[in-house]
């Protein structure tokens, strides 16, 4: 079984990438085989309408979603990482999602579990988590809860909101990866 991380913030070694990191610890943990993609440094363009995968299925624009595409359908879970920007995902996780265009055909991401983590200081997580829940069932995907984490400079998420009612984010990313895993195990 392999679950997938993507981390859509621009941003190495923040917030999203380490609440992305502890759920695919958890997943591991959990029996899962892992893998991680970093958007920051990787250069993803938005679709261009050309409307050539209609007829083939994939898409022609070569940039980096095409190694993306390949992890994206070898996993059985997707945990789909991004900060809130302007009360919703970054234009990063934006370019990604659009990019799926071309599975509409042949619905290659049907079945998957997918599961949001957010990050943020203050407004826009819920909004945020059910435009992505939107794009999951588009794909035929299959929601679960997923982590939401506060904190704006790197590292805030592992003491921001929560943490002092014993429910840290970093918790609650362990459950993201662990229910994906146990999601997977309940279809198999
Ligand atoms: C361009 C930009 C827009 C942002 N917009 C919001 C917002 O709408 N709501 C919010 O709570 N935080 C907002 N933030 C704060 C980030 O979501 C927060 O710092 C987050 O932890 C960054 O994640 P990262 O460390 O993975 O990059 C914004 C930050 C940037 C740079």
């Not at 007829?55 to 990482?81: H, N, R, S, V, W």
């Not at 983590?117 to 826009?124: D, F």
């Not at 059910?130 to 809860?145: C, D, E, K, N």
Request: hydrophobic share 40%; aromatic share 8%.
């Amino acid at each position: 079984m392999k679950v997938l991380g993507i981390v859509c913030s621009p941003r190495k070694g923040g917030n999203t990438e380490i609440l992305v990191e502890e759920a695919l610890a958890a997943a591991r943990e959990a029996g899962a085989e892992t893998d991680i993609f970093l958007i920051a440094d990787k250069n993803i363009n938005g679709c261009d309408a050309c409307a050539s995968c209609f007829e083939t299925g994939a898409c022609k624009i070569e940039d980096d979603m095409q190694p993306l595409y390949q992890k994206m359908e070898a996993a059985d879970g997707i945990i789909f990482g991004s900060p809130v920007y302007f009360h919703n995902y970054t234009a990063q996780a934006k370019a990604i999602i659009d990019r799926t265009f071309c599975y509409l055909r042949n619905r290659p991401l049907k079945g998957k579990v997918a599961a949001p983590v957010l990050t943020l200081r203050k407004v826009g997580a819920g909004q945020t988590r059910v435009q992505l829940y939107g794009w999951f069932l588009s794909q035929g995907m299959i929601p679960v809860r997923g982590a939401i984490g506060y904190g704006r400079e790197k590292g805030d998420v592992r003491t921001g909101e929560g943490a002092n009612i014993g429910f840290t984010a970093i918790e609650e990313a362990r459950s993201a990866g662990k229910d994906v895993v146990e999601m997977l195990k309940k279809l198999a």
